[in-house]
């Protein structure tokens, strides 16, 4: 059975290094498969649990890469991805893919929209078809799954105490699910980034439109200190494209800093703020330097360009010579 895609691939990107297996959120049928078969046409894929488990899998050796979810233009970050990211085995994000997302509440077959009381989704899947819900299904509860798929197939079994899922179309095909409503979600123009995340070693070669992913942790909490750090991308022209705080565990009030910024490590003006960053924080993540889905160029403000800064370090050497 092949995925059906209702929705243009108009943001193609094809990683430069084909990988052979490649760890994903399973199972069969979710929004991930989707961009994986996208990113890797060609690729084995190995369904797992959760995130986790997708990245587990690249950190042992079982999966040569993963393709997880990192953030919804609706919901925002997808929080399990940023922490499995930030804590572990480092790993590397080597190219991203945006995928247009499309909902479909999914039941048994007999099943009328009358009777649905419990709904069963993945969590962003939840907050992006609150309307439909309170519209269409005032009173059902929706229950948290692990994935859009995961619900499907839970659903699917004549034993479920679940009524309906939330799910891509595909997913009520392989589960032999029907379609109740389609395109259910708040917005129709949702898309989600999914990351590819390979073990670390060679970086994605800079292609002039690329991303720059990375986890700052402070060291020491005072007032301005995320102005400071923001300071290290501004001063040097680097654009930032989001940035997300969450929770280092040790108490309330104590964050640690995702950046994701324009451009790659090997431009001198996002090396030189990170090496910033690094002076400044009690400790720095690299998460990666990978071309941009929608293949957007950078914007670089005069004087912040790799000719400006090896000039620039040209003239301090001149002058620190004695040459003034
Ligand atoms: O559960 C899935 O299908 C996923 O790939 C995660 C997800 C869930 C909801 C919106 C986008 C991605």
Redesign the pocket.
């Known amino acids: 059975m092949e995925w059906t895609d209702r929705t243009p691939s108009t943001h193609q990107l094809r990683y430069p290094f084909p990988m052979a297996k490649l760890a994903?959120?399973g199972p069969q049928?979710?929004?991930?498969?989707?961009?994986l078969r996208r990113l890797q046409p060609d690729a084995e894929r190995m369904p797992c649990p959760n995130v986790g488990a997708a990245l587990d899998a690249v950190r042992n050796g079982e999966a040569d890469g993963a393709v997880?979810?990192m953030e919804?233009s609706v919901?925002g970050a997808?929080t399990e991805t940023l922490d499995e990211l930030a804590w572990g085995a480092p790993l590397l994000i080597t190219g991203e893919y945006l995928?247009p997302?499309e909902?479909s509440l999914l039941a048994r077959p007999g099943t009328e929209l009358g009777q649905i009381k419990r709904i069963l989704?993945?969590?962003?899947?939840h907050t992006?078809c609150r309307g439909f819900i309170e519209k269409e299904l005032p009173g059902a509860v929706v229950i948290a799954?692990?994935?859009?798929?995961?619900?499907a197939q839970e659903v699917a079994s004549p034993a479920s105490p679940y009524d309906a899922a939330i799910?891509?179309a595909i997913?009520g095909e392989y589960y032999g699910l029907v379609e109740l409503a389609s395109n259910i979600g708040d917005r129709k123009d949702?898309v989600?980034r999914?990351v590819q995340v390979s073990p670390p070693g060679r970086l994605p070669e800079p292609t002039g439109a690329d991303r720059t992913s990375l986890v700052a942790f402070l060291r020491d909490d005072h007032p301005g200190a995320l102005l400071e750090m923001l300071s290290e991308f501004a001063v040097r022209g680097v654009n930032l494209s989001r940035i997300e705080s969450r929770p280092t565990g040790d108490g309330i009030g104590r964050y640690f800093f995702h950046f994701d910024c324009e451009g790659h490590i090997a431009d001198a003006r996002v090396g030189e703020a990170i090496s910033g960053l690094y002076r400044l924080c009690s400790g720095v993540r690299f998460l990666g330097s990978y071309p941009r889905a929608d293949r957007v160029a950078p914007k670089i403000k005069p004087g912040t360009t790799d000719t400006d800064f090896e000039t620039a370090a040209e003239w301090l050497a001149r002058i620190r010579a004695g040459q003034v």
């Open positions: 994903y959120l049928g979710t929004f991930c498969e989707a961009a997880v979810p919804n919901e997808i995928l997302v909902f989704t993945h969590p962003a899947a992006q799954a692990s994935s859009t798929a995961a619900a799910s891509p997913a949702t989600t999914f």
